[in-house]
C-alpha cells in the first residue's frame, strides 16, 4: 500500500485579481492547523456560564464495558491497556478507570495496577447492587466502585422483575452500605434515556443527594444511554434529550462536576451525544479506547480527547499515544475500519486525484489539523484510478526525492505514460491501490534511469 507523506509547503495562494493576502479569512482561530481546531460556544437558555469547562474530564472503561463487547483480554494484554492510558492522559484528564472483579484474572489485574501507584487513571470496582458484589471492593482493596443502578421500568421490571420502590430501595441500601465503609460511588443510571425522569430518574437523584449530605461523600452518577437512543439537541425534552436530562438533575441540586455521561452508537450520535453532556453541564465522559463496547460500540476515547483539546488547552494530554494504542490493539487482533475517524488507515490518507492536487499546494487545504506533528501519523497519498496524473507526478518526486529543478510535472510525458498504465490496470479488473513496488515497476518500465536514484535498488 502506499504511503507516500505529504510535505507541508507554505502558503503560497493564487490570488484572484483585487486580493491580497489581507483579505482572506482562514479562521486561524479555529483552525490553527499546527493544533486541534478550537471549540468556541456561546450561553443560551439553558447554559448561562461556560466556565464549568474548565472542569471537565474523561473517564476509561475500555476494560470493563470494551472488554466485555469485543472479547475477554488477557491479564498482560489489560496490563498494556492499562499502560496506555497512563501514557495518553494519565496525569488527571483522565481520571478513572472501571475494572470488573468477578475472575481471578481480573482481580489480578487490579491488584497489580494498584501496586503500581499511578494516581490517574485511578483504579476502581465496577459491580452490580448487591451486599456480594460490593465484598468483592473491600476484599481488593478499592476506595471507589461504579454501581449498576438500572433506572428505566425496562429493567426494574423486565430484568430485575421489582417495582420502582423496590428497585431504588435495594439501590440504597448497597450505596449506603459502601458509603459507611469509606468507599466512593459512582451510580450508573443504566438506561436512563427510556426512563421516566419525574417517576424514576428525579427520586432516586434525591435519595442521593441525601445520602451525599449525610456521609459528606461525593456520590457521583453515570447517565448511561444503554441503547444510543439520547439526542445531543436542547430542545428535545427526557429522556432521549441529553440536554434536558443533564440540566433536570443540575436544576435539582445535583452538582455537574460529578454527572457523568456514558454513550453507545448504535444510532451513530454518541461523540455528539459526549460533546452535548459536556457543554450542557455534565463534568465526566465516560469512553473507551477506539470505541470498542456493546452492539455498535462506546464513545472513542481518543476522538474525545481531540474535542477535549478543542475546548481545554490542556497540555496533559498526549496524543502522540494515540499511535500506540493503534498499535497495541492491531497486536491484540482487532480489526479497525479503515474509514475509522482519527485511527482508521484511511483518517489521513488521500485518493482522490483532486484532493492530492490541493495538498500538494497546501495541507490544510484538505487536511483539518497537522496529524504529522500531533499524532505522529503522517497524512499520506495513495494510487487508484482517481488520484490522476497529479498524484503520480507527486509520487515520483517524493519517492525519488527530486528537487525543484528535477521534479516532474503533471504534463510530463513520462507522468502520463505511467497513467495510462494504471488506468489500464483498472479497466481490466484491478480494485485496490497500487503498492510502492507496483509504482517503481512502472519507473523501470518507463524511465529505468531513474531507478539508480533509490539507494537499495527495487525489491524483488
Known sequence: MISTVITPAPLNP????????????????????????????????YVRSLSHLNEIYL?????????????????????????????????????????FLYTEKDRNVVRTLLNYGYRYPKVIGWIRASMEDLKLVIENGLDETVILTSISDYHIYFKLG????????????????????????????????????????????????????????????????????????PEVPPPRGIPSLIRALINEG??????????????????????AAWIYGAGGANCTLLGIGERSGNCPLEVMLIHYLGLRNDR??????????????????????????????????????????????NPEVYL??????????????????????????????TYFRLGPNDAFSKDDPL?????????RMFSEGRREELSDNEMLLLIRKHAPELLNKLPGGLDD
Open 59 to 99: 473517564t476509561d472503561t475500555t476494560l470493563r464495558d470494551g472488554q466485555q463487547g469485543w472479547r475477554n483480554l488477557t491479564y498482560e494484554e489489560s496490563v498494556k491497556v492499562y499502560e496506555v492510558l497512563t501514557e495518553l492522559a494519565g496525569d488527571g484528564v483522565i481520571t478513572t478507570c472501571e475494572f
Open 368 to 397: 483539518p489539523y497537522d496529524s504529522g506533528k500531533l499524532l505522529g501519523i503522517p497524512y499520506t497519498i495513495s494510487i487508484t484510478p482517481y488520484s490522476g496524473r497529479s498524484a503520480v507526478a507527486y509520487w515520483i518526486n
Open 316 to 361: 496533559r494530554v498526549n496524543l502522540r499515544s494515540i499511535r500506540k494504542a493503534v498499535e497495541l490493539f492491531k497486536e491484540l487482533g482487532f480489526s479497525i475500519p479503515e474509514f475509522q475517524p482519527v485511527v482508521g488507515a484511511n483518517a489521513f490518507r488521500t485518493k482522490a486525484g483532486i484532493h492530492v492536487d490541493g495538498l500538494i499546494k
Open 254 to 275: 445535583f452538582p455537574g462536576i460529578d454527572i457523568e455521561f456514558h454513550g453507545h452508537n448504535d444510532f451513530g450520535l454518541v461523540v455528539a451525544n459526549h460533546l
Open 14 to 45: 493564487k490570488l484572484g485579481i483585487g486580493m491580497t493576502v489581507s483579505d482572506l479569512r482562514l479562521f486561524k482561530e479555529v483552525f490553527p492547523f499546527n493544533d486541534v481546531p478550537r471549540i468556541f460556544l456561546s450561553t443560551d437558555d
Open 415 to 423: 507522468v502520463n505514460a505511467i497513467y495510462l498504465d494504471i488506468q
Open 162 to 233: 421489582l417495582s420502582r420502590d423496590q428497585a431504588i430501595g435495594k439501590y440504597l441500601r448497597v450505596v449506603e452500605e459502601a458509603l459507611s465503609r469509606g468507599i466512593a460511588v459512582k451510580c450508573a443510571l443504566e438506561d436512563v434515556t427510556r426512563a421516566d425522569l419525574h417517576r424514576n430518574v428525579l427520586p432516586f437523584i434525591r435519595e442521593l443527594l441525601r445520602l451525599r449530605e449525610k456521609y459528606s461523600a461525593p456520590i457521583r452518577v453515570k447517565l448511561s444511554d444503554t441503547l444510543g437512543l439520547g439526542l445531543p439537541f
